[in-house]
């Protein structure tokens, strides 16, 4: 069996009082894209920050390319792209993914190839002299994804990755994660569309918490005899 | 340490600052501005009194007051009460069983001296003798702004580049580029010091400006070298970058970075030696000591005013030193609520 890129191991962690994750366990395996879905406030951006290593559980433990978190090795084959966007808005696209690209660790020719392989794929490549504060909230979010991509890391770990971009272009960056993924990386994407949770290999349901259930969305599906995964949350959640 | 992703922080914050002109004009022509302004108002001559004679008042008094300074008007005694009253004169003068009577409106501190002055100030052919004054430092013509101007610059240096640099690691913070840089294999005082020297590189040609500015057109006393004067200002300019970065720890937005300002500035101005100290109690001076701005200060009166050189300033700019140190040290750990390592 291939050793998981991404291992949670039963992970909980509070802020103040209040219990944001409770015994979490998730793996995600190269070749694979897996889909945290929930609603807002299940603590899937929490899970995604601790695998990041911005934030350290209370319990338990993560471990991403067989490094506990965080590590700064681990760090390098990291591509993490937030909810907020990041970027510098006083600066060109180019020297936002120049910036990052060599904070990553790219430099040179390397960084040169890297930014247009990134831009072109996000569909971003004409608009990259232009400064951040002329692109819509769609380029925003794909310049950060692009960002992610960069380096070609082997994690990718993309907290709501689609929200704001348009059918068409959100269709062929599925496919441009599919494509990636079957080169050996490992994916693990927030979502809260069920249309977008079912193109993943494995879907995790995240509420209060908790993972109320795991597995393929056709397993889930099969499982509680429910045709769609939302009928599944439903189902899951005590709605019978 | 990585060099590479170093000097990628540093040359990212200058390309920032090449875009932004707004906040370059600002840290570069504020503090200049406002220091004019108080050169303006401070630098107006004296006040003239005003002064309303009764009948009683003899004339040897009039020509007194009137080389003292005052503007003279010749009124009743129900005239200049209700004069005085309505604050159109500053006080009136009588003659009382053979001694003049002065009554001052005396709201104003400085007004009233102004009158007393006036009083006094027109020589009296008998008076004391005249004294012959030397001046160690300074010169009779020596005003207000000339003593205070090096304090002011000082502060609005320090106040001007606080505030930049708070902001803009506040946005760091607000917008989610802190955290996607330290997502990356940056180190903590990597970012710190990029940080640090791209301000740096500002402040550096912040402080050439000002010290010129100040020297040349507005023409402030230099008794010391110029280049002890760039130090002074460079290490002042360090300690409030450091001292905002470090502080925007503490603020969630712009907003309240901008209510940390009072907070940060005001204990500095009454400790920096605009008011008179020496009768602090000592627990009290140290709190002075605490603060930036008092060394600052202090550096600069000697540059400036006294002449001073390494021996008077080595101090100062050694407490200056030790201040940016242990801000940048606290900003490093500060970064540990976004990343352990």
Redesign the interface.
Known sequence: MVKPTIAVRGVSKSYGKKEVLRNVSLEVHPGHIVGLLGPSGAGKTTLVRLI???D?PDQGAVEVTGLRM????A??H?G?M???????L??SGR?NMD??G????L?GRGLREGVDRAGSLVGLRDDLPR?VNQYSGGMKRRLSLA?ALLHAPKVLLLDEPTVGIDPVLRLSIWDELWRYAATGASILLTTHVMDEAERCNRVALLRDGKILAHGSPADLKKETARPTLEGCFLYYGGVR | MSRTRLLAVTQRILRQLARDPRTVALILVAPVAVLWLVKLILTTGEYQPRVALLDTVPAPLHDHLRKGGARLSNLSAAEANAALARNEIDALVGFENGKPHLRVEGSDPMVTRATLRAFQGGAAPNGPLPIEVEYLHGSKAMGFFESFGPILLGFFVFLFTFLVTGLSFVRERTTGTLERMLATPLRRHEVVLGYMMGFSLLALVQATVIATVAVTLLNMMLAGRFVWLLAVVLLLALSALSLGMLLSAFAGSEFQMFQLVPLVAVPQIFFSGLLPLENLSAPLRVIGHLMPLTHGAHALRQVMLRGGGPADIGLDLGALAVFVAAFLILNVVALRKYRRL
């Open positions: 990041a290593g911005s350290e965080p590590d700064l090795m760090l390098e990291i993490y937030a909810q907020a966007d990041a970027l510098y006083e600066l020297e910036f990052f060599t904070l990553a660790g430099t400064p960002i």
